[in-house]
């Protein structure tokens, strides 16, 4: 089972609500990365990671997969007898959704392996409970995301689009984004609709992202990541996804964005491919 990861082309904070969580008006879609889900059948509940990252969880002696095992399995009155591989493509804390994609994931492959019937309302709720960010994942497409991550709606049809993935390398953990965020709300802005992938960037830059510049307070490497994304050749769009540190740029062409990968400074991370709408 693929975990793609999540890429938030705008975010805005419109609001907070009493318990401290604030309010998001995002537009997510997925790229053409994805981790890498396997079960089988055990005796016990085990995780096995392995590719690229998986050293960024070697501290992690319990993560969202296996939450999420275990939430589903104490859902259906089982046992969470199942062995777990994560492959792990995903950078760690980069603003792309890696581990909420993977709790997703998980969800669906046990669900199948455990051939639990569950109302599609009540598989949401259980994804909800491990975070705001894994229904968007679970339902897998492009979404406008508002509340606290929870309320998805169907976005408007994607235009084809190449997209490359930068992050410089350093993790940054989402809570501390937020506590550094200054500043007060964003209004909601209407929706302008998008006609092919000109409209559709000029849309994107006109919402942003409200968590750009507390981001590159932490870490101003971020600063750097964007200036290299915005002047490359045949750019549409750039900004960071989530709360970073990726940045993510959009091309009308995957040769667009290979060219650009082509030109990223080591050692920073990188990805060309599409977007999934």
């Not at 960024?56 to 859902?75: I, S």
């Not at 019937?117 to 909800?128: S, Y």
């Not at 709606?153 to 993790?171: F, H, Q, S």
């Not at 501390?176 to 609709?193: D, H, K, Q, T």
């Amino acid at each position: 089972m693929l975990a793609p990861a999540k890429v938030n082309l705008w975010l805005n904070v419109v609001g907070r609500r009493a318990d401290g969580y604030h309010l998001l008006d995002s537009l997510v879609a997925f790229a053409d990365l994805a981790d890498e889900i396997e079960a089988s059948p055990s005796d016990r509940l085990s995780l096995t990671v392995d590719g690229p990252f998986a050293s960024a969880l070697d501290d992690e002696a319990d993560n969202l997969v296996l939450k999420a095992a275990r939430l589903l399995a104490d859902r259906a009155a089982i046992a969470p007898r199942v062995a777990l591989r994560l492959g792990k493509h995903v950078p760690v804390a980069a603003g792309l959704g890696g581990g909420s994609a993977d709790a997703a994931a998980v969800l669906r492959t046990l669900i199948d392996l455990w051939r639990v019937a569950l109302p599609v309302e009540e598989l949401f709720d259980l994804a909800a409970c491990l975070g705001a960010d894994v229904p968007m994942c679970l339902a897998g497409r492009a979404a406008l995301v508002s509340g606290v991550g929870e309320r998805l709606a169907p976005a408007p049809r994607l235009p084809p689009c190449a997209i490359l993935l930068v992050n410089p390398g350093i993790p940054l953990p989402t809570p501390e984004v937020f506590a550094r965020r200054r500043g007060g709300f964003s209004p909601a802005r209407p929706l302008r609709p998008w006609t092919d992938a000109a409209s559709f960037a000029a849309t994107l830059a006109e919402h942003g992202n409200d968590l750009t510049d507390a981001a590159i307070a932490l870490r101003p490497e971020i600063a750097r990541v964007l200036a290299f994304l915005r002047t490359s050749e045949g750019v549409l769009h750039a900004a960071m996804s989530g709360s970073g540190a990726t940045c993510f740029a959009l091309y009308e062409t995957p040769q667009l964005a290979e060219r650009a990968a082509g030109r990223v400074p080591r050692p920073w991370w990188h990805h060309a491919g599409t977007l999934v709408g």
